[in-house]
């Protein structure tokens, strides 16, 4: 019997494999399809385009807030503002209303409004063969070519930092997914308010990396989602092929690891939008956390970077472990 792939993300050895089987000869493709990198960019001329697109599988609850703030981060780890949004949404054919599929418009017409970004297109069927709603996103922005941010942008001495915490939307939906597990173990008013971080502290860093960028020099900007902080610090390595020393344990929350701990998930690992990941001179780090704490957004020094091979160690120097795939697909299995 073949091996079968875990829930997530592909294996990144595996997806790096296939990628290579297609090179882009476009000259117009500044940055193409490859692991760690947020989004798809294209020199249309006076500007870049910024191309991303991504699913949300995991979740139900308010999916469609999921979808349009998920993409739109990854145009914010460019330099870019996000603009706008298509979707794909594939529903189930068993219990879906029109007031299911009118709830989920809102949701996106909510969060594109928030973010000032316009509905232009996409797909909506009742598919069969699946049991919950399915978003399939794509976001388009634009950023000025001399304010191009990439993954792969590290330098050594640069500190790392990382905003507001993690895992936020891990969090999220434990709390609205696993509510009734929950009951007994935390009060209510608890699991009411961890449920709420999909609003606050949110799962959006647009207004997190465009404060950063206009507080000092940022050299690289990720998004760690799939996989949880500890797999976008190895993408960030990786990426800019560089050595991470890092405490990411300081930029866990504490709701957040009594939450993870209590259904037997590791934080670190669990999906964790809403922080941004980012590099930047030493120099400047502290102006940047000063300038993201006075607009009320917690920030958080965890390292630096280092010359030498890619990986990801503590202050000990041992490496610390990838995750295989993200810890919140052990909910669904």
């Not at 870019?80 to 979707?87: D, E, I, N, T, Y």
Request: hydrophobic share 45%; proline share 7%; glycine share 10%.
């Amino acid at each position: 019997m073949p091996d079968l792939l875990p829930l997530g993300k592909l294996p990144p050895d595996l997806l790096a494999h296939l990628l290579g089987k297609y090179p882009i000869d476009d000259p117009r493709v500044v940055i193409g399809p490859r692991p760690g990198e947020d989004a798809a960019v294209i020199d249309v001329g006076q500007s870049y385009l910024v191309a991303k697109t991504d699913p949300i599988t995991f979740a139900t609850d308010e999916i469609g807030w999921y979808a349009v703030n998920v993409n739109a981060n990854d145009i914010a780890t460019t330099g870019g503002m996000p603009a706008w949004f298509m979707a794909t949404l594939l529903l189930p054919s068993d219990d879906t209303t029109p007031q299911l599929v009118e709830t989920i418009f809102d949701q996106m017409r909510h969060a594109c409004e928030v973010l000032n970004v316009s509905l232009i297109g996409g797909h909506t069927e009742i598919t069969y063969g699946i049991d919950r709603p399915i978003i399939n996103g794509v976001m388009l922005g634009l950023v000025e070519k001399e304010r191009l941010i990439t993954t792969g942008g590290a330098q050594p001495g640069d500190s790392v930092l990382v905003t507001k915490g993690v895992p936020i939307e891990a969090t999220a939906i434990i709390a609205r997914e696993c509510a009734s597990r929950l009951k007994g173990m935390f009060a209510d008013e608890f699991i009411t308010r961890c449920a709420g971080y999909l609003h606050n502290p949110g799962i959006s860093v647009v207004k997190d990396a465009q404060i950063a960028i206009g507080a000092g020099r940022v050299h690289s900007m990720h998004d760690p989602t799939e996989g949880g902080l500890a797999t976008g610090l190895w993408e960030l390595a990786e990426t800019s092929r560089r050595r991470l020393h890092v405490q990411p344990e300081m930029a866990v929350i504490e709701e957040c690891t009594a939450l993870c701990r209590a259904v037997n998930l590791d934080p670190l690992g669990a999906i964790a939008s809403g922080a941004l990941l980012l590099t930047a001179p030493s120099k400047d780090a502290g102006i940047i956390i000063s300038a993201l704490q006075s607009e009320g957004i917690a920030a958080f020094e965890i390292g630096h970077v280092e010359e030498g091979a890619p990986e990801v160690v503590n202050p000990m120097a041992e490496v610390i472990e990838r995750p295989a795939r993200d810890e919140i697909a052990k909910l669904f299995e």
